[in-house]
DNA sequence: CAGTGAGCGAGCTTCCGCTTGACTT
């Protein structure tokens, strides 16, 4: 009798491992995550009906609610075990109504692990409904609503069609809007460090060579010269050595967050592709929820991470231990993300499928294993001709523990690197330098946000949530709030002194910097967008302001205030102040003036133009001679372009050469720079071809390229009829007619196609998609 | 994937959190 009990969980994977454990009087589904959302065709919300929400079946779940309501009504009792947080009710709650459920035959259980003992312990203590806690997440997702259908339109009206604000994404551009203004405004400055390489006999006359750095840093090159100046004769002695033990504690198991950020760092995956590899683990059965914020691990699984540590390296090295989440809001439905079998090193797969799992393997045993120890040896030399000191340190390992498993950092890796070996020295000892160095350090500025670094701010501030951390690094840029690039970097001199056999030395070393790899910039249109929300709405993107809601919605979860109350108090001035901009002003173009042409004495403008940022010549009220456009280039920016660089761009489009008999031109559209050649267009090269400086020679390549793509993309084409082509695409072959496409049905081969049987396919189709109209 | 412009004004866009597929023309 498989029908009499039914058990709903949220996830497909953990309903097969769950099933396992219970016997077969009990059906255990999945309701795939939320299964009802507010309306999406208007607000969804009734706002002069107390805010009542107008919930509908999502689209996408129609088919799974049919079957559990059918379900549902078979079994004799039905067991909600959705998670044990505001979410996880609230879809419990939803699933209570949507399958009219009665209270006699719906029992509320929860686990916070899947393992046999917690879930019968659930079935033992189950309760019913929490409907404060329901309620919390109705305000929470109402004010999500509220603020999102809100200010969106706002933008849209303002700034641009298509736009989005939101509660979680708002304060991610925010931040990166910060971020890049304190390096815009950040001043390089530029001081000596001073090295010197002092020599000792060690063991077996070896001589063993080390470095100790000046305590302080010197202001610039004259003082660093007198200095040297007078280090030259001096003498120089061991005046104290502390040797002090330390220690180094493993890091707790990954979560969401973490694990993205190790990820990003040791092997270099978006947030995006973390997510990816990880939800083909937990499906294999690999790994446990990838989806978490708590770092606790089962007690069966610490003790198998336990029994692991033994067998491989002995009970030395075992130091099982409970982590304690540090994080603002977290709600701990689920472990740590750790392998489900700790026997397990390695998986077959592909490449990052096993890079990642063993990443988690690694840090789940490490996690549970003794410290490191080391010992920090700290030798301070003076010298006989100023009160100056040097300073040596070093550190040796003394006992490796989870060291040598999981390396703190990929530099770790490398043992050579690990530094300065020191001499055994005695206090008092005379040592000797063979050079001194002063060499010229530059200050850095603030490092950009990654992708991975983005979240950890983010969950720093108790703000997203793990099933959103990467869908929200994905939003800002698809709205081009931000953008993933690289950006080469640039040179610079530093200046050495050399002291060395009592004469000093001048020399210049160049510097790459600068270089950015995989860094999140904020676009103009980002930083139109958040000056915008930062002068009218402050409230909201606030840093505070998903703390001081959370706060209410804890409120609320303890029945303490109604949530309707809640946002009423919340909404009445938010939709006071939404009114009040929408009608004051006008569209909001960032306009900045950059000087004045000296060829006509017109102004110059940069500003956001109907295809992206633009700068501009002339007025748009001069009737008689309308003003002149171009775009920006690649890496510039509405707020750092000066005049000089606005008036280059004035000189696209441009001829550079001949080719063929006919003009090359080039130019920039709204699809970036481009050469034209025969009335053709050819995209240049992102990151490569500057449009300023590109070649005739490189122009003819980049045309003589595109040609012989296009050929090789030619399947098959017809000499009746020349603009029927059989083509090579993304997805494989398709017939290509007056600019559209065509799908091949898979049992015909592309190249025996006939004119007619194309002809056939087209006309098919086309029947097809009228009919569907 | 193809496209390389700049006041005609339709209808559309949008939030955050839960969870996985379908299959591109």
């Known amino acids: 009798m498989k029908e009499e009990n039914l058990v709903i969980v949220e996830s497909p994977a953990k309903a097969k491992t769950i099933e396992k454990f219970l016997g077969n009087e009990y059906l255990v589904k999945s309701s795939f995550g939320h299964i009802r959302d507010l309306d999406k065709k208007n607000l969804g919300i009734e ?13 996408d779940k129609k088919k ?65 409904i929490d409907t404060n806690l329901v ?25 641009k069609p298509a736009l989005s604000a939101g509660r979680v994404q708002s304060v991610a551009v925010k931040l990166l809007a910060e971020r890049e203004r304190e390096i815009n405004s950040f001043k390089t400055s530029s001081n000596f460090k001073v090295i010197a390489t002092f020599t000792k006999p060690g063991q077996d006359d070896k001589i063993i060579k080390f470095q100790a750095e000046l305590e302080k840093r010197l202001a610039d090159m004259e003082i660093s010269r007198t200095f040297l100046e007078k280090m030259k004769g001096a003498e120089f002695k061991v005046s104290d050595i502390t040797r002090k ?15 993205q950020q190790e990820a990003s760092r040791r092997l270099g995956f978006s947030v995006a592709q973390t997510m990816a590899v990880a939800q083909r683990l937990y499906e294999a059965g690999k790994i446990s929820y990838m989806r978490t914020d708590s770092v606790n691990l089962s007690d069966s699984a610490r003790s198998a991470t336990a029994k692991v540590i033994s067998e491989l390296f002995g009970k030395k090295y075992l130091h099982t231990r409970n982590y304690k989440t540090k994080t603002k809001g977290a709600q701990e439905a689920h472990e740590a993300i750790r392998p489900t079998n700790s026997d397990l090193q390695t998986i077959q797969g592909n490449v990052s499928d096993r890079k990642l799992y063993e990443l988690i393997w690694k840090r789940t045993i490490a996690s549970q294993m003794t410290d490191a120890e080391l010992e920090k040896t700290t030798i301070r030399i003076s010298n006989s001709k100023s009160p100056d000191i040097f300073i040596a340190t070093g550190e040796v390992l003394k006992f490796e523990g989870f060291l040598r498993l999981y390396k703190e950092s990929p530099e770790d890796d490398s043992e050579e690197e690990s530094g300065n070996l020191l001499p055994p020295v005695g206090k008092n000892d005379k040592l000797f330098p063979e050079k001194i160095e002063a060499s010229e350090k530059y200050t850095a500025h603030p490092p950009r946000y990654t992708e991975a670094s983005l979240v950890k701010k983010l969950e720093e501030m108790g703000i997203g949530r793990p099933s959103t951390y990467a869908p929200t690094i994905s939003t800002i840029q698809n709205r081009q709030y931000v953008i993933k690039e690289d950006r080469a970097g640039d040179v610079r001199k530093c200046k050495i002194l050399t002291l060395s056999q009592n004469t000093i030395h001048e020399s210049v070393k160049e510097e790459n910097y600068g270089f950015e790899k995989a860094k999140l910039f904020p676009t103009d249109i980002g930083l139109i967008v958040n000056d915008f929300l930062e002068q009218h709405f402050d409230s909201i993107i606030n840093y505070n302001f998903t703390a001081t809601v959370e706060e209410e919605f804890d409120l609320i979860a303890e029945g303490r205030v109604d949530w309707t109350t809640m946002i009423d108090k919340f909404y009445r001035p938010f939709h006071k102040k939404v009114d009040e ?14 000087g004045i042409d000296p060829e006509s ?31 920006l280039l690649k890496g510039q920016s509405l707020e750092k372009i000066s005049l000089e660089e606005a008036l280059k761009l004035f000189r696209l489009p441009r001829i550079i050469g001949i080719y063929e008999n006919s003009e090359i031109t080039v130019g920039t559209g709204r699809y970036g720079p481009y050469i034209k050649h025969f009335n053709k267009y050819y995209s240049l090269k992102k990151g490569v071809d500057d449009p300023l400086k590109i070649t005739l020679e490189r122009a003819i390549e980049l045309i003589e390229d595109k040609r012989k793509d296009i050929k090789n993309k030619i399947i098959k084409s017809f000499s009746d009829s020349p603009d029927l082509l059989i083509l090579n695409g993304k997805y494989g ?12 049905p898979k049992s015909k081969n592309p190249n025996e196609l006939t004119l007619d049987e194309c002809k056939q396919i087209i006309s098919v189709s086309e029947r097809k998609t009228k009919k569907k109209k």
Not at 47 to 59: A, E, G, H, L, V
Not at 611 to 621: A, L
């Open 47 to 59: 706002i002069n009906n107390n805010y009542k929400p107008n919930y509908i079946i999502s689209p």
């Open 64 to 128: 799974i609610v049919e079957e559990l309501k059918k379900l549902a009504k078979d079994a004799r009792m039905i067991w909600l075990a959705t998670d044990e947080d505001r979410e996880g009710e609230a879809i419990a709650w939803h699933l209570y109504h949507v399958l009219s459920l009665t209270s006699e035959k719906t029992r509320r259980i929860v686990f916070h692990e899947i393992t046999k003992d917690a879930i019968l312990n659930a079935i033992k203590n189950h309760r019913f």
């Open 135 to 159: 309620n919390a997440q109705q305000a929470r997702r109402v004010l999500d609503r509220l603020v999102g259908f809100e200010l969106s339109p706002l933008l849209w009206k303002k700034i």
């Open 245 to 259: 033990p330390t220690k180094k504690s493993p890091l707790p198991p990954f979560t969401t967050s973490t694990l």
């Open 581 to 594: 901009t929408s009608k004051t002003g006008e569209k909001i173009k960032g306009e900045r003036l950059l």
């Open 601 to 631: 004495g017109k102004p110059v403008y940069a500003k956001i133009g109907r295809y992206g940022p633009i700068v501009q010549i002339g007025d748009i009220r001069d009737q008689e001679n309308k003003p002149k456009f171009a775009s």
């Open 733 to 744: 072959p398709y017939i290509s007619l007056d600019k559209k496409n065509y799908k091949i």
